[in-house]
């Protein structure tokens, strides 16, 4: 579970995530939709304690992130998709990363084959292409068996059946019980994926729905989205005049 | 999958978890191994040479065979940077504050890591280039012993300096963030900042890295500056010098590493 309560962050005069709640139960996907720049990477990162809110806070399980006492035990994330030193092998990056929380050698095995990627483990990840390396990203939110899973738009850089893998994995990690909330632009791909979706623009909520609730505002999701985000563009531009 | 969500262990991440990641980042990558091993092979090549040119084994012999040392200072410097640098050059720097939100933790451990591993480099350098120095002496030419007074002492801080430098590094990693301008900095504070401070002020020389290094540390005896009243520093403050450059860069670096945005 997340809970995010009036989120707020500036850069200089530009705020950039607006007084911004909403929850991500556990047993579903969630889908943060907005349009590029609207806000959702660094929600995510506020969310991660990596970056500082101006106003508001984000609690995972109840607790700040600071406060976990396992946080990759808890919460698992995919923010880029190359978080890694490129001279680095996949395996000795998620070795590490394991080292962190007190995780077994086997584990890293585990999420690497879950990932498919036993047979490029060895190799410098500076050399995997796009999908490999969200694939590596994957695999590392995996590693502690969390409860949450954040990920920023997972689905970049992989191919059809790339996407259809990571679609199917989410949706099992949310039958299990777990919270997944996944960013991405792509409506359609939403449609498929997420139980409910949170929709922002210019760092405010506009929509904290189902997926089949947006759907209905228009003849499809993908217009009632436009329309929710172009609604916003324009209150923006109209305060900018 | 297995089920999730009860299979949390007691305890919670604790710095020795951390220092466990830390040394296996710095281990895994090739750059590290070949960066320690160039430090070590340059300095004992340079003692090498220093004895075979020597036509004796008093004075400033000893001294003279750690003179290599300063290559191996360049080095380490840069490995220290890069432990932090490289982390934000890639990205890896938030998979790492994901991992352990507590920032200072974190860079507790890798100041432990790279100190510990500079440490081992520098001894393993100086005492190398000692031996690398004596064995070539000319014939008839005694090498010194390690018991005779200073020796042993000049060969155990020449290797310790390297330890400092690359905490100086690190902290300097944690507040530029960027490579190519923390290494400048590093070498400038180190190496090319005596060419301009040092021909100004010579009061201010024997506080600099480079010369606590060489005249300080690499010293069997104390030894003064040529025609001045002032001396070099002692052995052990020269060392504790360098403990506080390491220690104000190390400050520094963990005030903006608690702040900043990562």
């Given amino acids: 579970m997340i809970e ?51 106003a508001g806070h984000a609690r995972i399980g109840g607790e700040a992130y600071r406060q976990l006492r396992w946080p990759l035990r808890e919460a698992g994330a995919l923010l880029e998709s190359r978080a890694f030193h490129p001279g680095r092998s996949a395996r000795a990056h998620l070795t590490a990363m394991a080292a962190s929380n007190s995780i077994s050698q086997s584990r890293v095995a585990e999420v690497l084959e879950i990932v498919g990627l036993e047979s490029a483990a060895g190799k410098r990840a500076g050399k995997f292409s796009l999908g490999m390396a969200q694939r590596l990203g994957i695999a590392a939110a995996l590693l502690g068996d969390p409860a949450v899973l ?45 139980d409910r979706l949170v929709v922002i623009g210019q760092g405010r909520l506009l929509a904290d729905t189902t997926a089949a609730e947006l759907s209905s505002r228009a003849p499809s999701l993908e217009e009632a989205f436009l329309q929710l985000a172009g609604d916003s563009a324009q209150y923006q531009a109209r305060n900018m005049s | 999958m297995t089920a999730h969500a009860s299979h949390q262990p007691p305890g919670r991440y604790r710095f020795r978890h951390l220092a466990q990641m830390e040394w296996i980042k710095l281990r895994s990558l090739r750059s590290t191994w070949l960066t320690l091993a160039i430090a070590v092979a340059a300095s004992a090549g340079i003692a090498l040479a220093t004895g075979s040119s020597s036509t004796t084994s008093g004075g400033m012999f000893v001294s003279n065979t750690l003179v290599g040392m300063l290559i191996g200072v360049l080095l380490i410097g840069t490995v220290g940077v890069l432990a932090m640098t490289s982390e934000y050059t890639s990205g890896t720097i938030r998979a790492t504050f994901a991992a352990a939100p507590r920032r200072l933790r974190v860079l507790a451990a890798k100041a432990a890591v790279v100190g510990a591993v500079a440490l081992i480099t520098g001894e393993a350098a100086a005492f190398l280039s000692f031996f690398a120095g004596c064995m070539t002496l000319r014939h008839g030419i005694t090498a010194p012993a390690l018991s005779q007074p200073g020796v042993l002492r000049a060969i155990v801080l020449a290797g310790a300096s390297l330890s400092p430098i690359a905490l100086f590094g690190l902290g300097l990693g944690a507040i530029i963030r960027h490579t190519a301008a923390a290494i400048t900095v590093v070498v400038g504070i180190v190496f090319v900042g005596e060419s301009f401070i040092g021909q100004l002020d010579l009061a201010i020389r024997p506080y600099l890295p480079i010369y606590i290094v060489s005249h300080s540390l690499s010293a069997t005896t104390p030894l003064c500056l040529p025609g001045a009243a002032s001396c070099w520093l002692s052995a052990w403050s020269g060392l ?4 506080v450059y390491a220690a104000i860069a190390m400050v520094l670096g963990a005030l903006i590493l608690a702040r900043r945005d990562a």
């Fill in chain 2, 240 to 243: 504790g010098m360098l403990a």
């Fill in chain 1, 150 to 194: 954040l990920l920023d738009e997972p689905m970049n850089g992989l191919d059809p059946e790339g996407i259809r893998w990571i679609r199917g994995l989410l949706r099992s990690l949310a039958a299990e019980g777990r919270a997944v909330l996944v960013s991405s632009h792509l409506i359609s791909e939403m449609a498929l994926m997420a």
């Fill in chain 1, 4 to 54: 995010v309560r009036g989120l707020t962050k500036r850069y200089g005069s530009a705020v950039a995530v607006d007084r911004l709640s909403f929850d991500v139960p556990p047993g579903a996907v969630t889908g943060f939709l907005g349009l590029n720049g609207s806000g959702k990477s660094t929600t995510m990162r506020m969310i991660l304690g990596l970056d500082a809110p101006d």
